[in-house]
């Protein structure tokens, strides 16, 4: 192994990890450490630390809403209602260098959580796992689907990252022994994205369809997810006929339907979570302390009377109206389900307006509880017809496009084929807005003619990254910023 020496001047502590749980499958007690031979005895070891990594990942996705940050806010449909994001991206004009949506160690927790599972996990017996060999693997399998998707996700902000996949299992692990610290470097965008496919091709031979209905459905991974996962990576790597096939896989194979939306109540329920049409989302549950108060999506995204007594000042995320006039047909179902307050200059998004008060009597003390859509199946729909646009094969790629416009009761698109890939792109716009898809559909389609600061020389230099905080550089010699940024003081 390869690193650089930091002579270390300080007393070196191991912390345990505290779990939360995510539904009837995580109702255990949490632990504090996972550490060697006393904690790895029995299935329900396994079973503890993979729910701390479905929780870690929560954190690192909403913690300040970055997950909608990262894929949304700097697009060019929606903004915040002071200093917009965009604006601090575009211009580089950060507060300062460890601003929260810049910090990639939450999700380093989520992976060493991963890596405990599939270095301790796999050598306990067969005979202590429910169901035997099988039962293990499947556990094993959801373990290397979330590495995967926490890879793929850091890669969308960052780019080149450091790729872990061993654990800290001792201290020597991480000092050698004269003192120093070993650090590691970031390896190339293509090969964590490979190791990604690797992981997923083991997860997708260890995991079953899901069962809709069931309590993991749509919010732990299984085979459905995993092909999903597959399809995004691949077309991340240009390899569209590979992305192509495992789209069909998931659209075909898994059991998912696409929700009505003449039905505005299963819209609501979509939204909630674990609808038909969920394929990977972050499970959001009052009951069991999961949902979002004063900080969460709700309080950013809507207001009064979605929000008992709250004004139009709390909300703080919104549709630019400027920039969506004329994205959608008026007679478009999205526009009475998805959004409200339409014909005024600040429209607001409704996928997160599903709330539940503590005193209900009241109507105090909201917390919102609809979970977070990572992946859903109209969203597979539109990616298996982006890879097959750029395969050429625009028939198929029209029929899977104009299905998600007449769900909507939209006009089939009936224009050239040349033009096929920009019209994929603005029906995912429609479709997904508010979901963070926007900037990393804009990377995967260079789709930058309506962002202003996006100048060829920044798309040339990959300034559509988040730069690596200075800390992490200080304190690693070994990480490098991304190019973009290495060239300006931020």
Known sequence: MKYFKTKLIAVFVLVGLTFTSCNDWLEMEPISETYGDVFWTSESSVDQTLAGAYSLLRTAMLTGNRFHTWGEINGNYMRTKTLTNQEKFGTTSFPNSSMGEMQWAPFYKVIAQCNLILHEGAKLDDDLFDGGTDGKNKLLGEAYFLRAYTYFYMVKVWGDVPLVLTPTLEVTDAITEDGFIINVGQNPEKEVLEQCIIDL?????YLDYGTLGSSKWAVQGNKGSVQALMAHVYLWLDEPLASEKAADNVITKAGYSLVNYTDSLAVVNMFVGRSTEGIFELNIDYDQSESYTNSGMLHRTVYHPYINNMNEAGSTKHVIKSEVDGLYEETDLRLERFYAYWDTNR????????????????FQTPHGISNIMLIRLSEIVLLRAEALAKLERYGEARILLNTIRERAEATPY??????M?????????????????????????????????????????????????STYIIDNPLLRQNPFWATITY
Not at 201 to 205: P, R
Not at 347 to 362: N, W
Not at 414 to 419: A, H, K, L, P, R
């Open 414 to 419: 009936v224009g050239s084929d040349s033009e």
């Open 201 to 205: 091709k083991i997860a997708e031979g």
């Open 421 to 469: 890939l920009h019209e994929i792109f603005l029906e995912r716009v429609r479709e997904l807005m508010g979901e963070g898809h926007e900037m990393f559909d804009r990377i995967r389609m260079d789709e930058w003619e309506d962002i202003g600061w996006m100048t060829a020389a920044r798309k040339e230099q990959r300034g559509y990254y988040w730069p690596v905080p």
């Open 347 to 362: 429209p607001i998004t409704l996928k997160y307006a599903s709330v539940i008060y503590e005193d209900e009597a009241r």
